[in-house]
């Protein structure tokens, strides 16, 4: 199947550039018969890969040995990759070479770079259209030709308008580009907000429950007192009830369990022991006891008495009383015997509550009256002392002499001064008090008691 003919394929002759330094390795063609016939189709790139040129002007800069120059823009394929084609201008179709160069531009006057030159040699028209101008076929070639140029004139305004459309679109396409970037920052600001706001309920609902959780342990904790609350009460209750007396109930036949000796009782009461009989009686015992647990409501088993009993030996109790008694234990009991021998030791260590002692043991102190007995003081020892001490005495005026008694049986003094007058002073020294009498006439008189 023939391929269907393109003008671009035909005409332009296929030129890549890869950096400003690089030849283009062929000399181009044009001819003077050319209508937009032939031209350019430009490759950019860059290390072999395509660059992109969106947005920059890339030209063709010419001379022709006529005079004529110019820069002719490239129409852009696709900018993005670097891809343009140039029809030859119609000003330089003139037979010559024509000097060129590429050249990308920032602005329409300010080129970035541009290519080595190159040559464009532009063929001789092989037709005089002049002489040929009364010939029919030749007219007809004209006519092609200058439709063929109008096609390319309107094929440029068609791609001219392409490009500004496609600037526009561009434009359009950044604007909208542009609010899809504010939409995305928006949107993630507000994703970023909903974090914080998940973040912040999460951390609701943990402490929420936190909360609960602590909630609950209180709950439980005071469910825990209510019941210990109950139990202390239920306990009291029948501590308080077992303090009027315990009661006993001897189980019958059928009232306790043959295999366990559980009593079998429909209501029991928490103040009564239940007696069941042995399975095997004994001396030792005869009755299994239990009591009902209202707590726990189950029975319990306080089963039988068998302790026994070591008494304390003579050596412990020396150990004891030495002070060299070092065990820890002391689970002995105390026997009469051993008491009797325990009261024999401790007479040994400490004295009678009530005891005598010789007189010789006193050295220090003073006897009380009672302790005196009567006759301990003779009346020679007790004249002969009064009389040593009163010896020291000297009479007053209107005293003619002084005479001390002893009253035997009433533990007492009685001084006596002779006044001139005849009469006589007294001064009576009793247990219990003291007495100052005087005697006139036979008769004795108190004058003053203390």
């Given amino acids: ?161 392409r490009q500004i459309a496609e600037t526009a679109r561009a434009t359009a396409e950044e604007l909208r580009r542009q609010h899809e970037d504010a939409r995305v920052a928006a949107e993630n600001e507000r994703l970023a907000a909903e974090l914080e706001r998940d973040a912040a309920e999460l951390e609701r609902l943990a402490a929420e429950a936190e909360r609960e959780a602590a909630e609950e342990d209180r709950s439980l904790a005071e469910l825990a007192r209510v019941e210990a609350e109950a139990y202390r009460a239920a306990t009291f209750a029948e501590i308080e009830q077992r303090s009027k007396g315990w009661l006993r109930y001897y189980c019958a036949d059928g009232e306790w369990d043959t295999s366990t000796r559980e009593p079998i009782i429909a209501t029991p009461d928490t103040s009564t022991l239940y007696f069941v009989p042995e399975e095997f009686p004994s001396d030792d015992g005869q009755w299994v006891e239990w009591m009902w647990d209202a707590q726990g409501s189950r029975w319990e088993k306080l089963g039988t008495s068998q302790a026994t009993f070591e008494p304390i030996t003579a050596d412990q109790m020396d150990a004891i009383i030495a002070g060299t008694d070092t065990d820890e234990g002391g689970s002995e009991v105390m026997t009469r015997w051993g008491l009797r021998y325990w009261l024999t030791k401790l007479r040994g260590v400490f004295a009678a509550l009530v005891h005598t002692h010789s007189a010789s043991d006193i050295t220090s102190g003073t006897f009380g009256t009672a302790r005196i007995a009567d006759g301990a003081v003779t009346k020679d020892k007790l004249e002969k002392t009064l009389g040593d001490s009163l010896s020291h005495f000297k009479l007053g005026a209107g005293i003619s002499g002084f005479e001390v008694r002893y009253v035997q049986g009433t533990q007492s003094l009685e001084f006596h001064a002779l006044l001139a007058d005849g009469s006589t002073r007294c001064f009576g020294a009793f247990p219990s008090s003291f007495v100052y009498s005087k005697r006139e006439n036979g008769t004795w008189t108190n004058i003053r008691e203390a």
């Fill in 1 to 161: 199947m023939a391929k269907k003919f393109s003008v671009d394929e035909w005409a332009l002759k296929k030129v890549r550039l890869d950096m400003a330094d690089q030849f283009v390795p062929d000399v181009l063609i044009g001819n003077a018969a050319d209508a937009d016939g032939r031209g350019i189709l430009l490759q950019v790139t860059i290390g072999g890969e395509v660059a992109d040129l969106e947005g920059l002007p890339v030209c063709l800069a010419w001379s022709h040995p006529n005079g004529n120059q110019d820069l002719t823009r490239f129409t852009a394929v696709d900018a993005s990759k670097g891809l343009f084609k140039l029809y030859y201008p119609p000003a330089m179709m003139y037979p010559g070479d024509v000097t060129a160069r590429v050249s990308i531009f920032a602005g329409s006057k300010s080129p970035i770079t541009g290519s080595r030159d190159f040559t464009i040699h532009v063929e001789r028209n092989p037709i005089d259209e002049d002489r040929a101008m009364s010939d029919e076929s030749f007219s007809e070639f004209k006519q092609a030709a200058e439709l063929l140029y109008s096609t390319n004139s309107r094929l440029e305004e068609a791609e001219e308008a």
